[in-house]
């Protein structure tokens, strides 16, 4: 797992440990913070204590993580990210579309200058993926693509505060602002109140995921909801599949999301 004290995380690792228990499985969990050397360790380090299985929940699965993945005999299964390649089993929502309907909505409600606070652009999922389907929502609108409006945060609430000052420091200053994950939307929203601005009268602020601080930020904040329970749920029911040696039809999942509209957005002032 990347982050145990990211909401999103500790919500799929709920959904692995339901399913697990279910089939007398028992979880290790281990923390990689998302660092590749750190990650390819905790990797050799459970296949040496011989576990059954392996749910890796990391970021970029390079050819490192690859080659750890290969010296295995357990079956190996990828929750909410994929490889690339696309050769592991794996677990996900599709995250360009995510993206696309959340800046589709901004569009939707009359916003022409939207702005981006993304994920680090080498994160598959969370970050090109998400900005991608930021760009393909511009251009499917005629709307320019300007790079001024694209700040790359860590994910986190103060990157979100930080990328909302430079915002507010451009000389044509965004109407509305897409931000790849909840916690920095939600830096955005304090960044920009802390200007003295309203969200959503003054500048409205859109995001993807759905974790549990979307709804107690005011005001509550519009985002596209990934299944984060069901994403875990489903990747350890495939692995139990795997360890079985079950029949498994499709080893690469892609679970749906949903637009979930509060009160963050509103169409801009004239």
């Given at each position: 797992i990347p982050d145990i004290a990211n909401a999103n995380f500790a919500e799929v690792a709920r959904g692995i440990e339901d399913i697990a228990n279910m089939y007398h499985y028992n979880i290790i969990l281990s923390n990689a913070d998302k660092r590749k050397e750190k990650e390819i360790r905790v990797i050799n380090t459970l296949l040496e204590k011989q576990v059954d299985g392996l749910l890796f929940m990391g970021g970029v699965v390079t050819?490192?993580?690859?080659?750890?993945?290969?010296?295995?005999?357990?079956?190996?299964?990828?929750?909410?990210?994929?490889d690339?390649?696309?050769?592991?089993p794996s677990v996900d929502i599709d995250h360009e579309g995510a993206a696309f309907d959340a800046v589709n909505k901004l569009i939707e409600e009359g916003h022409r200058s939207i702005a981006m606070v993304s994920g680090t652009l080498q994160d598959p999922a969370?970050?090109?993926a998400r900005f991608q389907g930021y760009?393909?929502?511009?251009?499917?609108?005629?709307l320019p693509y300007r790079e001024d409006y694209i700040r790359v945060g860590n994910y986190r609430y103060e990157s979100g505060i930080e990328a909302t000052q430079y915002f507010l420091e451009l000389p044509e200053r965004p109407t509305a602002i897409f931000a790849a994950t909840d916690e920095m939307a939600i830096g955005v929203i304090h960044g920009l109140q802390d200007a003295g601005l309203t969200v959503p009268d003054d500048v409205s602020v859109i995001s993807v995921d759905n974790s549990r601080i979307a709804s107690m930020v005011r005001p509550l904040l519009t985002t596209v909801a990934q299944p984060m329970y069901d994403i875990g749920?489903?990747?350890m029911r495939l692995l139990t599949k795997l360890m079985k040696k079950?029949?498994?039809d499709?080893?690469?999942?892609?679970?749906?999301?949903e637009l979930i509209v509060r009160r963050s957005v509103a169409a801009p002032k004239s």
């Amino acid at each position: 797992i990347p982050d145990i004290a990211n909401a999103n995380f500790a919500e799929v690792a709920r959904g692995i440990e339901d399913i697990a228990n279910m089939y007398h499985y028992n979880i290790i969990l281990s923390n990689a913070d998302k660092r590749k050397e750190k990650e390819i360790r905790v990797i050799n380090t459970l296949l040496e204590k011989q576990v059954d299985g392996l749910l890796f929940m990391g970021g970029v699965v390079t050819e490192e993580h690859l080659q750890a993945f290969n010296t295995s005999n357990v079956p190996i299964v990828l929750c909410a990210t994929t490889d690339e390649k696309g050769i592991m089993p794996s677990v996900d929502i599709d995250h360009e579309g995510a993206a696309f309907d959340a800046v589709n909505k901004l569009i939707e409600e009359g916003h022409r200058s939207i702005a981006m606070v993304s994920g680090t652009l080498q994160d598959p999922a969370n970050g090109f993926a998400r900005f991608q389907g930021y760009k393909r929502a511009l251009e499917q609108a005629g709307l320019p693509y300007r790079e001024d409006y694209i700040r790359v945060g860590n994910y986190r609430y103060e990157s979100g505060i930080e990328a909302t000052q430079y915002f507010l420091e451009l000389p044509e200053r965004p109407t509305a602002i897409f931000a790849a994950t909840d916690e920095m939307a939600i830096g955005v929203i304090h960044g920009l109140q802390d200007a003295g601005l309203t969200v959503p009268d003054d500048v409205s602020v859109i995001s993807v995921d759905n974790s549990r601080i979307a709804s107690m930020v005011r005001p509550l904040l519009t985002t596209v909801a990934q299944p984060m329970y069901d994403i875990g749920a489903v990747s350890m029911r495939l692995l139990t599949k795997l360890m079985k040696k079950e029949t498994v039809d499709n080893n690469k999942v892609t679970l749906q999301h949903e637009l979930i509209v509060r009160r963050s957005v509103a169409a801009p002032k004239s």
